[in-house]
């Protein structure tokens, strides 16, 4: 009978153990696992482009934290930082996500106002000139005295342009 009930503990034991959940990493430990990525990433993205599997963990890890930790005073730039990274990548439409992100949920962000202007381009640079035009609008609407506010409005006059116009264009001011 003792032996029974010593194999049902073990198994018992055993099972417990085996359907645990892994523990969430509390916000220290996702703090220090960003760090550890991102410093390095930066300093390599400055000499080539972005090594995507560290590129993909380190924006897996800023999302990661800003969904744990939504009320932090990191989130925000955390998820600024993540669409930066997603830019190096070319990944606009994240690079976009995020910076919605922000702009929804972080009105006092220190930053805002390039998260505005960082997502005309990537809407921009994505072909999506219509929303470039509006993201542009906003950020305009937003911060009309802004030292950007004269480069945006020439942004502006250049969506309406075709790609032949556009180059026709460049190739004038680069003469001058």
Sequence with gaps: MKKS?????????TIAACSRTPKEPTRD???????????????AAMFESIDT????????LY??????????????HYLHLAAQVANGMGL?????????????NYPNYSHLD???????????NGGR???A???YEEFLDEYPDHFLANDIRTAMSLLDMSDEMLSEHLNKINKQ
């Design 5 to 13: 009930i010593i194999i049902l503990a073990a198994a018992a034991l």
């Design 29 to 43: 430990e996702l703090a220090q696992s960003i760090d550890s990525i991102e410093q390095p990433l930066m300093q």
């Design 53 to 60: 599997a560290k590129g993909n963990k380190l924006i897996a």
């Design 63 to 76: 999302t990661q934290f800003a969904d744990a930790f939504p009320d932090d005073s990191m989130t925000a």
């Design 92 to 104: 606009y439409d994240e690079m976009i996500t995020y910076y919605d992100r922000v702009i929804d």
């Design 114 to 124: 390039e998260c505005f202007y960082e997502k005309g381009l990537a809407l921009d």
């Design 129 to 131: 000139k219509e929303e």
């Design 133 to 135: 035009r509006e993201a």
